[in-house]
């Protein structure tokens, strides 16, 4: 390889990897911990995260959408998850860090379901 060619295989690498580590860098604020107990209406058991589409009913008794997520499907395996660990109408309560910038997505540490299971998300058993 001649030089530029060096240099442009260097840079096309380092361009190419921006977004997959922003991609796994979760913006979120781990100042505090959040609570956030709603309704599933979507399950979704794909990688690179699983993430969990939930409506929460506010105080005022209005309807909040929120998306809650965790680690990829391997991980979430290795916790005891599946596919068919939550579907649509369970009612769940998820803890972990709201998005910095205030958005209603919360990266998950551990839900209970309503049997008072709990499931953790990225920490071990």
Known sequence: MN???IV?????AVLGAGPSFAHHA????RSKEVTVKGTVTAFNWSNP???ID???KTDAGKIEKW???GPSTERMTGN???RNTLKPG???????YRHSDGSNVVQLQKIVLASGREMLLYARR
Request: aromatic share 6%; proline share 3%; net charge negative.
């Open 3 to 5: 030089g530029r060619t």
């Open 8 to 12: 442009a295989v260097a840079a096309a």
């Open 26 to 29: 979760w913006p979120i604020d």
């Open 49 to 51: 995260h699983v993430m």
């Open 54 to 56: 939930l409506e929460i």
């Open 67 to 69: 998306n809650i997520g």
């Open 80 to 82: 005891g998850w599946d």
């Open 90 to 96: 369970d009612v769940i309560t998820g803890i972990g």
